[in-house]
């Protein structure tokens, strides 16, 4: 792990700017990461984003989970299949759901 | 350390924000109608601290005010947080220092004696001042234009009740507000002080009296010559308060009381009629017809809150928690104490309901509110899973023919209270915009809703987007631009 840190760094003095180490970062969380730092489990995105040249990648956090943005727009978050924001309360009885959100 | 990792039912979409917010120039998706000017005020609450007990009511959350401001076509929003005494004295210890909703029992030792209100939850423009309003203390004012908190305020010390409602009525025709405050003189007090209140907002008439059994008053019928007193199955006690409970259970064995009292009337006056277990929480409107004194109101069959348990240990029953458009009507000719009830909706809605506010006291047509319809998609792949559980619709219903005119809001999406805006000063009845602010679980954000009211079925005319999502809501409340000194 040290040694991979070195050589990043050591990449990023001699020859990569900012945004090609950012998108190398990318490519190594998605490498290490894999499937779990996309929201909902999915790799597709992923995939994308570990091909993509061109952009510079942003993690963020979303819903308590690590979140690669490859736009390099600092766009809103749009998760791939929604934020399924309403999911951590679903499995709530009724009595609990409205304990909480009454007027929900 | 604020930790509310062990608060289930604080996840996704229903996480505490915690932040004040100003977004200029919002983004809107459609066109805001050139009539409306003015500011839409919503009033909720959120846990700027966790809570003592996992049996605490969201009642009592912090208060959180949200003004979407507009002006010529552009909107404008700010929210912050009503800095009570208690907010002041949490932020100053870093950490909850009041018990359960109502229980000053419950409180740290430290807060004795400090007013505990949390005022959040309506909204009021009168007499050109703000206010913030929660049932269990003075109105709070709030300056409009900067959102700041300036503190309670008691009508040039004329107001003498410690509590004032949360939904005074505002009489269209004088301009007066009839207001009220229950457990007027303190905890576990049945003493009722009824207040009119002119529209310069000098305090012009006091009645007060009892209530049969110390209950929660949350709403009153007000009509061109009466005022309608609900009391219902919500109970009280000090040696509940001394257990350390929160303020209310429920008593099934309860009768549903309504006090019926002119609007000049002495205390000697007042009829109480008594009907089966009911919960009359809001109300829509109300008139006098003859000797007939009708009140209109979404009604639960029984307790609508889990958070105010059955006092027997019986369990809350979903069930009966469902509100129904219901007719009330009193007669005053009659010889008993009965009155007769109407279901005049077969569909559940949400108790949050509103009618053009211009026809208040008086013979009406329309009346709005949410509700859910699960036969309208809900995208559980966007989403969560919450299809039937949340409003997903607006409903326009026509009392004079049945009729309901429904509004989808989107199938990511739930609603929370709907307010009504009249086209202009001289429209007909029903005729205008509703409002209100949805939650858009797909995108983790709020948008605020605005479609006509003449074309519900076509959709919104325009949406507000917050890039956030906004505090729960429990009262929302249009203020045209000639209400308040606006900026």
Known sequence: MKGAMKEISASMTIWLTRRGFLGKLAVAGAAVGGAWLIPGGGISELGTAGSREDGTSVVSFHMDQPYLDTTGKAAPYHPPVGARSAAPVAHLSEEAFRRAQSYA | MVDFSNQPTMKGFFAPTRFEADVYDCEVIGKIPSELNGAFVRLGGDWFYPPTSQEDSPFNMDGYLGMFRFKHGIVNY??????????????????????????????DPSVHGLDRSVQNTTPLAFAGKLFTLKEDSLPYEIDCNTLKTIGPWDFHGKYKSLTFTAHPKVDPVTGEMICYGYE????????????????????????????????????????????????????????????????????????????????????????????????????????????????????????????????????????????????NTFNLNSKDDGFTEEKLFQMNVSDLGRVDDRYLSLPYRYAFTAYSDPKRPFNQARAGNLQGRVSNCYGRFDLATGEVSSYFVGDTHSLQEVCFIPRGKNAPEGDGFIMGVASNYAEMRSELIIADTQHLEDGDVARVILPFRATSQVHGRWMAEDQLPFA
Do not use: C
């Open chain 2, 78 to 107: 700010k929210g912050r947080w009503v800095k009570t005494p208690r907010f002041n004295a949490d932020r100053k210890a870093h950490k909850q220092l009041f018990g359960v909703y109502r229980n000053p029992f419950t409180d």
């Open chain 2, 184 to 327: 007027a003189t303190g905890l576990e007090s049945n003493d009722v002080f009824l207040y009119t209140i002119n529209k310069e907002g000098v305090v012009t008439r006091e009645l007060r009296f009892k209530v049969p059994y110390v209950s929660m008053v949350h709403d009153i019928g007000l009509t061109q010559k009466h005022v309608i007193i609900p009391v219902f199955g919500f109970v009280t006690s000090m040696e509940r308060l001394k257990e350390g409970k929160v303020h209310w259970g429920w008593d099934s064995t309860k009768p549903a009381y309504v006090g019926v009292v002119p609007r000049e009337g002495e205390a000697k006056d007042i009829r109480w009629f008594k009907g089966p277990e009911r919960a009359t929480v809001h109300t829509l409107n109300a008139r006098t017809e003859g000797e007939k004194v009708i009140l209109e109101a979404p009604i639960f069959d029984s307790n609508p809150f889990p958070f105010f348990p059955p006092i027997d240990g019986s369990p809350w029953d979903p069930q009966k928690a469902r509100a129904y458009i219901r007719r």
